[in-house]
T-cell receptor, first 114, second 116 residues
Framework: EPEVTQTPSHQVTQMGQEVILRCVPISNHLYFYWYRQILGQKVEFLVSFYNNEISEKSEIFDDQFSVERPDGSNFTLKIRSTKLEDSAMYFCASSDSQGSDEQFFGPGTRLTVL | AQSVTQLGSHVSVSEGALVLLRCNYS??????LFWYVQYPNQGLQLLLKYTTGATLVKGINGFEAEFKKSETSFHLTKPSAHMSDAAEYFCAVSVQFSGGYNKLIFGAGTRLAVHP
């Protein structure tokens, strides 16, 4: 069964460093998303991506964040200069249509900023 | 604006007992509603969804949920809990943007514990 994969499963970085979180969405999906879950808190929407551009982003997704689909299969989230409060679980999701259809989630990358 | 409230951050039941996880939503338009389950160290897995049509929806692992518009609720139930049901459960509502894209708004989650 097709699934969304994410690497790495756990990333530890120093404050101020750049990190890139990688996702491989399901191959025939067209819509891509990033969510995050700070420990003990709810899952929050960060950004949606379609047709090689951001379709919507939340207030969390500031200039330190960027997304890219560099090669037609990977979907990446870059944090330019990490802060302590960026420590969270980051989930990638994809869907094959907009609206009602489910979003398929990856297993997440746990980012720890020291 | 759409929002989701899950009553009870922790629910504990005995094996074989009824599971009831509560979810209320706020939406200015007919909602699309979802329940996701998260097992330890895993991602979010869809249990079931309501879009249109029958208000009682059945999902995987014996779970079902009923959409009640008058109560703005979408509670998740399972007649008989199993030890393997221990996990965190998230209710979510789908929000559509003007361009037709959607995002999920999640509730805070309910951690279900099942004891022998």
């Amino acid at each position: 069964e097709p699934e969304v994969t994410q690497t790495p499963s756990h990333q530890v970085t120093q404050m101020g460093q750049e990190v890139i979180l990688r996702c491989v969405p399901i191959s025939n999906h067209l819509y891509f998303y990033w969510y995050r879950q700070i420990l003990g808190q709810k899952v929050e929407f960060l950004v949606s991506f379609y047709n090689n551009e951001i379709s919507e982003k939340s207030e969390i997704f500031d200039d330190q964040f960027s997304v890219e689909r560099p090669d037609g299969s990977n979907f990446t989230l870059k944090i330019r200069s990490t802060k302590l409060e960026d420590s969270a679980m980051y989930f990638c999701a994809s869907s094959d249509s907009q609206g009602s259809d489910e979003q398929f989630f990856g297993p997440g990358t746990r980012l720890t900023v020291l | 604006a759409q929002s989701v409230t899950q009553l009870g951050s922790h629910v504990s039941v005995s094996e074989g007992a009824l599971v009831l996880l509560r979810c209320n939503y706020s939406s200015s338009v007919p909602p699309y509603l979802f329940w996701y389950v998260q097992y330890p160290n895993q991602g979010l897995q869809l249990l079931l969804k309501y879009t249109t049509g029958a208000t009682l929806v059945k999902g995987i692992n014996g779970f079902e949920a009923e959409f009640k518009k008058s109560e703005t609720s979408f509670h998740l139930t399972k007649p008989s809990a199993h030890m393997s049901d221990a996990a965190e459960y998230f209710c979510a509502v789908s929000v559509q943007f003007s361009g037709g894209y959607n995002k999920l708004i999640f509730g805070a989650g309910t951690r279900l514990a099942v004891h022998p």
